[in-house]
């Protein structure tokens, strides 16, 4: 629960939390006619000059406890990661008063995502309160980011449910429930997709009894206006077939859903937002799953656009899943630009660890937004190397395509690469790596959790509202 208040009547028993940078920021708490004493100490940890938080016991029926961090920019470490040490070890009930308006995003961010967890399946759920205090006529601004939180809170309880509640259909059901204002929603069915020809989506789910779909999500503001395709996978569940995973990988891969949460949250975060551009997202709903009929190492499958992939490895299904979206949207819609998202490869997390994103393609334009957005904001991105070297290694001798290059160790971009052999109108291209980014299996740090953190909903939203 996330509430704004301008009256501190308004709670009871709260943790008020209080920023400040300056002895000025101490007269904002005047309202609370404190002891002296306790002004006092505060003012000495200001003079130290250290990051540091006081908490104080008030003994108020509002405000139990009053918990005040100081915060000079001049230290090593970010406020967001100065912040997110400490939200965590507060009890629930927590009221936020920042000292300055252009703080407030950042106390609120730090404050919810920080203190993310997923109870749903717990017998005994502990409520969270979160409470905003107001004193500066900004609600508009405050509701404005709490819709967006409530985004990246979906994309992450989307992975954190477990699979035998989330298989294709019921993502796809669960698309259908939700109640968009200016994006259209169409699904492919199982026998559709089948019908279409969509056989390496097709292949990838022959293993598993759960059908796959397609969901495609239109958000079409000008038809005279550039229009961006986003495709990502929607893999439910990955044991990577018959080349099945390790046993110490699988628990994760229920995440392999997690490009297209990502991708529901964004369009669930525009749908109500002025945009310049046009935008179809296609969502690749299939579980890699193994049994007599699962697709083969060797097996030759010919792609919606035409062209032959033989099957080198199962567990590289997601180019495969992927490679049929492209081609289908990119045949009927008239796009300028292609972007692909997936957690994809563990080279990514060797070279970039959990930090950042890797980011590369063609579209050298929409590439240095994300790399410019990075200088500013917490979500990181990095370009790694792409050009025609690396898409040559992706031809084969008894089929066009092969769907795993062995013996090229960059395989972010060898993956980006493949794919790209499905923009099949010359589509600008921009392939994104979100592997150690949007599942965190390390430690907590800043805005992300461990697990799911929603990344990508924040920084892609912003871009395209930046578009033209």
């Known amino acids: 629960m996330i509430k704004i208040i301008n ?5 009871k028993s709260t943790n008020l939390v209080y920023l400040v940078e300056n002895e000025g920021d101490i007269k904002k708490l005047d309202f609370l006619k404190l002891d002296s004493k306790i002004k006092l100490k505060i ?40 912040l997110a040490e400490k939200f965590p070890k507060i009890s629930n009930n927590i009221t936020l008063f920042s000292n300055h308006e252009n703080n407030i995003e950042t106390f609120l961010d730090t404050c919810v995502l920080s203190r993310y967890k997923f109870e749903n399946y717990k017998t005994k759920k502990e409520e969270e309160k979160i409470y905003i205090f ?16 409530k985004n990246i809170i979906f994309s992450r309880n989307l992975w954190e449910t477990p699979p035998c509640d989330l298989t ?40 598993s009894k759960y059908k796959p779909y397609i969901v495609i999500l239109e958000r079409i503001v000008d ?30 891969m229920k995440g392999d859903m997690c490009g297209a949460a990502t991708t529901l949250s964004v369009m669930k975060e525009l749908d109500k937002k002025d945009l310049n551009i046009n935008i179809v997202a296609c969502l690749c709903l299939a579980e890699n799953n193994i049994s007599g009929e699962s697709y083969k190492p060797s097996d030759i499958i010919t ?11 199962t567990d590289a299904e997601w180019r495969l899943v992927l490679a049929d979206g492209m081609s289908y949207i990119s045949k009927k819609y008239n796009l300028k630009h292609i972007i692909t998202l997936a957690t994809l490869t563990w080279g990514v997390l060797v070279a970039l660890w959990h930090r950042y994103a890797g980011i590369m393609g063609t579209d050298k334009k929409l590439i240095s937004n994300f790399l410019e957005y990075s200088k500013e904001n917490f979500e990181k991105y990095i370009e790694l190397p792409f050009d025609n070297y690396f898409i040559e290694k992706t031809k084969w001798d008894i089929a066009d395509l092969k769907n795993l290059t062995e013996g090229i160790k960059a395989s972010s971009t060898m993956w980006a690469a493949f794919l790209s052999n499905f ?43 930046s578009l033209k």
């Open 7 to 11: 009256k501190i009547s308004s709670v």
């Open 43 to 82: 003012k000495e940890i200001i003079k130290k000059w250290e990051n540091n938080q006081l908490d104080f016991f008030l003994w108020d029926k509002n405000i139990e406890n009053l918990i005040v961090f100081f915060f000079d920019s001049k230290w090593k470490k970010t406020l967001i990661e100065f």
């Open 134 to 149: 107001d004193d500066s006529n900004n609600k508009d601004k405050i509701e404005y980011r709490i819709e967006t939180l």
């Open 168 to 207: 294709p259909e019921k993502f796809m059901e669960q698309v259908k429930k939700i109640n968009f204002k200016n994006t259209k929603v169409k699904v492919l069915s199982p026998k559709e997709i089948e019908k279409k020809g969509l056989n390496l989506i097709h292949a990838v789910w022959r293993g």
């Open 223 to 252: 038809k005279t206006k550039p229009t961006y395709g986003l495709v990502w996978k929607g893999v439910t569940f990955d044991t990577g077939g018959i080349q099945v995973k390790p046993d110490s990988y699988m628990y994760e």
């Open 303 to 313: 792609a919606y656009n035409g062209k032959t992939v033989d099957v080198i490895h």
């Open 423 to 465: 923009t099949d109108n010359n589509e600008l291209y921009t392939h994104i790596d979100i592997a150690g980014t949007a599942i965190n299996s390390y430690e907590a740090y800043g805005l992300m959790n461990k697990w799911m953190t929603g990344f990508w909903v924040d920084s892609i939203s912003k871009i395209f509202l």
